[in-house]
């Protein structure tokens, strides 16, 4: 843990222990016990499985909003026991919790005056527009009247995300609490950066008795009677959101997410489990994506991520193209409008550069964390332009990448000045302050870039998957250029991307361990480690059609294949760690890149093995949920692959997986500009005998198609088609 010290707007200087970005420090781990979560715009929640907040000091749970925890308590009891759970479900469209309990056994002195059982309780929560709503539900199943006690504690410590992860804090603002009447209460944080921060919380009917951290009910039911209780807490900056009625919130949070979905492809198969796994990586999606005033945009995960990251948007949208190209569409134009204009150290931006993350608490104001507008990572840039080139061939939007061209242009040439400061043809990256980042490629863990004796590798650093990436940016601009009419640009670009296609090889290929080098340190010396970086360079082309075998062979091998998924660090390199973040785990995102690498060089039979495997690992996954990242332990028999104690679930790119997985080994691509929709070598992998895509839109076309495996043959049938888009399967 580092120490820092940052001045606020107000010239106060302030000290705080620094927490690497990707370090979570935790007493208690996530997976210990199962917790729920909903995400509404930029609010989320994180409960225990009945629905309540805190009881756990130590855990994540809370009410959040704009990287602010809102309420940090919130305690239903039942004449002050806790109720006892029967069952616990995040709805198939993760628009709800719903959670059934009963009453718990009641002692008056030795004697029990209310056996369990007899009192159903059946709570619903959700939220919608800053606020949650919960319905709390009492259904009398005794045969006589009953009249008991229900009582919810709550409270709120405002405390900012980062203080919720790890990061210490010598001082903070003011909290105040009141009752405003007799049905609510108004919390208050007077925030250092001068936000003053609310949380009101309100209940219908109104309590037999309210504090400003308690209320307490006295209900009587007869025989087969109900009634319900509804609490409200509404957050928000300067004043608390103003709440609907529940049933009004539930109908238009309901009514969001089918506008949100509207028109999107979906996926059915002959495997049931696999379907459960399409649909809730489809609810996960959006319910991470958030509307902006620039599109839809994927939020990174829930709890750490829940803001807009730069990388993580581009990626998310990269593999959900074929499903809902509007995802790319908001991605993109958010990220043009954040791009940077400006020289910032403290950001670690320059003109072009594009944005690695937002955030909005009160430590990011006062600058205690860098990450406000933060543009420490060297491949989010190279990744638009990738991604405003896939768009164009998925919708030919001319419109938008009109729009946009003037940041394509601004991030080449970042790529080519600020990127590339040493003029040798690479880009490389070098933290502008000790604050941000050390590292700032996907795996921007500090210990994550070494050599082969495991000595740490002195930037600035040219990392393997970013020269792949910038040579697919080029490939793409070159596109975008032709179809402006600039064909001399378009040309410049073309002969870029050639030059720097030969360099690569020459300067990374390592014969010795038959991949290339994980990175470049600064006296360009390479780092020979075997790691699935390499099979970025499979992603985006810039790999030897020579060389691309032998990759795929050794991520695919023992070593690398763990029978779960791709490690991100072969077994046997110097820091190879099953747990580690970035050493050794399995990140589904970057498995579902590497097969994406695969079907581009025709290895189908490897996509399938490691499709197989990741599909095998979800099934030991509650609600069939692909996390953040789970540990590179080999796959053992009659066990399931082994947690990672902090990993984010919902992730939006390890939600975004199983649709990237699924196009590769289809060898599906949607072009526009020929309009066609191909299916080159379709595969399956083992798990699937069918798969139908319905809702498959082209330009105006829309289409459902049946892929049917046929022994080793796969054959395509059109069920329906509207449109004069072609559908092709090829060798």
């Known amino acids: 843990m580092k120490h820092a010290t940052a001045q606020s707007d107000d010239g106060i200087e302030l000290a705080f222990e620094q927490v690497p970005e990707h370090y979570i420090e935790s007493q208690t781990s996530l997976i210990e016990?199962?917790?729920?979560?909903?995400?509404?715009?930029?609010?989320?929640?994180?409960?225990?499985?009945?629905?309540?907040?805190?009881?756990?000091?130590?855990?994540?749970?809370?009410?959040?909003?704009?990287?602010?925890?809102y309420l940090s308590t919130y305690d239903l009891r039942f004449e002050?026991?806790?109720?006892?759970?029967?069952?616990?479900?995040?709805?198939?469209?993760?628009?709800c919790l719903s959670a059934d309990m009963t009453n718990p056994d009641i002692h008056r002195g030795d004697d029990i005056v209310t056996p369990r059982d007899i009192i159903a309780i059946e709570r619903t929560k959700l939220l919608f527009e800053g606020c949650c709503?919960?319905?709390?539900?009492?259904?009398?199943?005794?045969?006589?009247?009953?009249?008991?006690?229900?009582?919810?504690?709550?409270?709120?410590?405002?405390?900012?995300?980062?203080?919720?992860?790890?990061?210490?804090r010598p001082a903070r603002g003011k909290v105040a609490a009141r009752t405003v009447d007799a049905q609510s209460v108004e919390m208050r944080y007077d925030g250092l950066d001068g936000i003053s921060r609310f949380t009101g919380v309100s209940f219908e009917p109104a309590p037999a008795r309210l504090e400003t951290g308690i209320a307490e009910f006295t209900l009587t039911l007869k025989a087969g009677e109900k009634r319900s209780i509804f609490a409200t807490v509404a957050?928000?900056?300067?004043?608390?959101?103003?709440?609907?009625?529940?049933?009004?919130?539930?109908?238009?949070?309901?009514?969001?997410?089918?506008?949100?979905?509207?028109?999107?492809?979906?996926?059915?198969?002959?495997?049931?489990?696999?379907?459960?796994?399409?649909?809730?990586?489809?609810?996960?999606?959006?319910m991470l994506v958030s509307r902006t005033p620039h599109g839809l945009y994927p939020y990174a995960g829930i709890p750490w991520f829940s803001t807009v990251f730069g990388r993580d948007g581009i990626i998310t949208a990269m593999m959900m193209l074929w499903v809902d190209p509007a995802i790319a569409k908001g991605v993109l134009q958010y990220l043009a409008a954040t791009q940077a204009k400006d020289i910032d150290p403290a950001a670690d931006a320059q003109p072009g550069k594009i944005?690695?993350?937002?955030?909005?608490?009160?430590?990011?104001?006062?600058?205690?964390?860098?990450?406000?507008?933060?543009?420490?990572?060297?491949?989010?840039?190279?990744?638009?332009?990738?991604l405003a080139g896939m768009y164009f061939e998925r919708t030919g939007d001319k419109a938008t990448i009109d729009a946009i061209w003037p940041n394509i242009e601004a991030a080449l040439n970042w790529c080519d000045v600020f990127g590339d400061r040493d003029g040798d043809g690479f880009v490389e990256y070098y933290r502008?302050?000790?604050s941000g980042l050390a590292n700032q490629g996907w795996k921007d863990s500090q210990d994550s870039v070494f050599h082969a004796d495991g000595t740490d590798a002195l930037g600035p650093i040219a990392l393997c998957e970013v020269q792949g990436y910038v040579y697919a940016a080029k490939c793409a601009a070159a596109v975008?250029?032709?179809?402006?009419?600039?064909?001399?640009?378009?040309?410049?670009?073309?002969?870029?991307?050639?030059?720097?296609?030969?360099?690569f090889h020459d300067a990374f290929w390592c014969e010795e361990i038959g991949t290339y080098a994980l990175a470049l340190d600064g006296d360009k010396k390479a780092c020979r480690v075997r790691s699935s970086n390499a099979g970025h360079a499979l992603f985006t082309g810039i790999a030897d059609p020579a060389c691309a075998a032998r990759v795929a062979d050794g991520l695919t091998s023992p070593e690398a294949f763990s029978g779960w998924g791709i490690r991100t660090l072969s077994n046997g390199q110097s820091r190879y760690n099953p747990m580690s973040y970035h050493n050794g785990s399995i990140w589904p995102h970057d498995n579902a890149m590497i097969v994406l690498g695969f079907a581009r060089y025709g290895l189908k039979d490897h996509a399938a093995k490691v499709f197989g495997g990741m599909y095998d690992a979800v099934r030991y996954q509650e609600l069939r949920r692909l996390p953040e990242l789970f540990c590179g332990f080999g796959r053992r028999q009659r066990r399931g692959p082994t947690a990672y104690p902090v990993a984010c679930a919902?992730?939006?790119?390890?939600?975004?997986?199983?649709?990237?997985?699924?196009?590769?080994?289809?060898?599906?691509?949607?072009?526009?500009?020929?309009?066609?929709?191909?299916?080159?070598?379709?595969?399956?992998?083992?798990?699937?005998?069918?798969?139908?895509?319905?809702?498959?839109?082209?330009?105006?076309?829309?289409?459902?198609?049946?892929?049917?495996?046929?022994?080793?043959?796969?054959?395509?049938?059109?069920?329906?088609?509207?449109?004069?888009?072609?559908?092709?399967?090829?060798k």
């Not at 016990?33 to 749970?61: C, H, M, N, Q, W």
């Not at 002050?80 to 628009?95: A, H, I, P, W």
């Not at 006062?366 to 332009?385: M, Q, R, S, W």
Request: net charge negative.
């Open 432 to 434: 502008e302050t000790e």
């Open 355 to 386: 944005l690695h993350e937002t955030r909005h608490g009160e430590m990011a104001r006062l600058k205690e964390v860098p990450f406000a507008l933060y543009y420490g990572t060297v491949d989010a840039t190279p990744l638009f332009i990738m």
């Open 80 to 95: 002050g026991k806790r109720g006892l759970l029967l069952g616990s479900v995040v709805e198939d469209d993760n628009g």
């Open 235 to 286: 957050c928000g900056e300067g004043a608390p959101a103003t709440p609907l009625h529940f049933l009004a919130a539930y109908r238009q949070s309901r009514r969001g997410l089918k506008e949100i979905t509207h028109g999107i492809a979906t996926v059915e198969s002959s495997n049931v489990l696999f379907n459960e796994v399409a649909c809730r990586s489809t609810s996960d999606i959006y």
């Open 33 to 69: 016990k199962p917790l729920r979560t909903l995400k509404y715009a930029d609010a989320f929640a994180v409960l225990d499985s009945t629905g309540d907040i805190g009881l756990d000091p130590a855990s994540p749970e809370g009410l959040f909003l704009r990287d602010t925890r």
């Open 133 to 168: 709503y919960e319905r709390i539900g009492f259904s009398n199943f005794d045969g006589r009247t009953r009249t008991f006690g229900v009582s919810i504690r709550f409270g709120a410590d405002f405390r900012d995300l980062f203080e919720v992860r790890g990061s210490r």
């Open 480 to 503: 975008l250029a032709t179809s402006r009419g600039d064909v001399d640009f378009a040309a410049f670009l073309e002969d870029q991307a050639a030059e720097l296609k030969t360099k």
């Open 650 to 730: 919902p992730q939006a790119w390890a939600s975004a997986a199983p649709f990237a997985f699924l196009a590769a080994c289809l060898g599906l691509q949607l072009r526009h500009d020929i309009n066609e929709i191909s299916f080159t070598d379709p595969r399956m992998p083992a798990f699937l005998d069918d798969v139908t895509i319905r809702g498959l839109r082209l330009g105006s076309s829309r289409v459902d198609v049946r892929l049917r495996c046929d022994g080793q043959d796969v054959t395509v049938t059109v069920l329906k088609r509207e449109g004069t888009a072609r559908i092709v399967q090829s």
